[in-house]
């Protein structure tokens, strides 16, 4: 299957925005929904972020607002999560990393066949990784499971989806995982993925008059005690999955009258004998869009 369908992707992106090479970010705060353009800050008129995003004209209502000085900053601790009622979905063994990490974790389990054959499938896995009221923005805490003794982020690329199923915009996911309870049997996924703090989502949705290249830059960084422990990246152009297919398939069959957010996979999955600890700090990077930094609580 070919990396981001090219065409399909670019009739995508014309849909979603009329104005070429247009890009801004859009930040949900404790004041409102605010445009960033040329690091000025302007208030987007909104009764609230579901109607933001739930919003036919999302794309004019933030081009509209830059009008003016704007604000110079935001207070950073009235960022929230730009998540409201809106569900987040996971895609899952998206990536050839992701897919040789799942077979070794599972191998005792006889899940090794299991996960190359979802990587190879025409049908992706699609699972459900939180409610809104459960993800945690930007410098919120993340949590390890208490019962787990091998936990990883996931640092994903994650779709803003408006109800209709087309791709609004563009943030940061961190999947927190627990590859232990994974490994030891595929159907404990849930116990693995869905639990309080295993979910952040941020700092701001990034809007483009264009897809992503597949150039782009995903990486992280997570440091123990002042000093780093891991850190690596990959692009875009190592994601097996169209998103678009992937935006295609979770709206098939389940409605999202506030919109969704989907995580797109990892690409990026640290060594084995590494687990994470209580004060590491996470840092995940995506070109264009910023930084997504949690510490596990």
């Known amino acids: 299957m070919p990396n981001f369908k090219a065409s399909r992707y670019a009739t995508e992106a014309k849909q979603i925005?009329?104005?070429?090479?247009?890009?801004?970010?859009?930040?949900?705060?404790?004041?409102g929904a605010f445009a960033e353009k040329h690091g000025r800050y302007f208030s987007i008129e909104?009764?609230?972020?579901?109607?933001?995003?739930?919003?036919?004209?999302?794309?004019?209502?933030?081009?509209g607002a830059v009008v003016g000085e704007g604000l110079a900053s935001l207070d950073s601790a009235g960022i929230l999560p730009p998540?409201?009622?809106?569900?987040?979905?996971?895609?899952?063994?998206?990536?050839?990393?992701?897919?040789?990490?799942?077979?070794?974790?599972?191998?005792s389990a006889g899940g090794g066949d299991f996960y190359e054959r979802i990587y190879t499938a025409a049908r992706p896995e699609l699972f459900f990784k939180a409610?809104?009221?459960?993800?945690?923005?930007?410098?919120?805490?993340?949590?390890?499971?208490?019962?787990?003794?091998?936990?990883?982020?996931e640092p994903e690329l994650t779709l803003a989806?408006?109800?209709?199923?087309?791709?609004?915009?563009?943030?940061?996911?961190?999947?927190?995982?627990?590859?232990?309870?994974?490994?030891?049997?595929?159907?404990?996924?849930p116990q693995a993925k869905l639990y309080d703090g295993s979910c952040a989502i941020g700092p701001c949705i990034f809007l483009s008059s264009a897809p992503l290249p597949m150039t782009t830059r995903l990486a992280i960084?997570?440091?123990?005690?002042?000093?780093?422990?891991?850190?690596?990246?990959?692009?875009?152009?190592?994601?097996?999955?169209?998103?678009?297919?992937?935006?295609?398939?979770?709206?098939r069959e389940?409605?999202?009258?506030?919109?969704?957010?989907?995580?797109?996979?990892?690409?990026?999955?640290?060594?084995?004998?590494?687990?994470?600890?209580h004060g590491d700090i996470i840092r995940i990077s995506i070109d264009e869009i910023g930084t997504l930094e949690n510490t596990v609580a």
Request: glycine content about 8%.
């Open 17 to 31: 925005c009329h104005l070429e090479r247009h890009t801004m970010k859009i930040y949900r705060t404790n004041q």
């Open 46 to 63: 909104s009764s609230s972020w579901d109607e933001l995003m739930c919003s036919d004209a999302f794309f004019d209502r933030a081009i």
């Open 83 to 107: 998540v409201q009622s809106q569900e987040v979905w996971a895609a899952g063994v998206t990536y050839r990393r992701s897919r040789t990490a799942r077979m070794e974790e599972s191998k």
């Open 131 to 153: 409610p809104g009221c459960r993800v945690v923005g930007d410098r919120d805490p993340v949590r390890i499971r208490s019962d787990a003794h091998w936990s990883v982020p």
């Open 161 to 189: 989806i408006n109800p209709g199923g087309r791709i609004i915009g563009y943030t940061i996911g961190n999947d927190m995982s627990s590859r232990d309870i994974e490994g030891e049997n595929p159907l404990y996924l």
């Open 221 to 251: 960084e997570i440091s123990r005690q002042g000093r780093a422990v891991f850190a690596d990246s990959t692009t875009l152009a190592a994601l097996k999955r169209d998103p678009l297919e992937l935006v295609e398939y979770l709206y």
């Open 254 to 277: 389940v409605s999202f009258p506030h919109g969704a957010f989907l995580m797109t996979g990892t690409g990026i999955v640290p060594p084995d004998e590494f687990s994470l600890d």
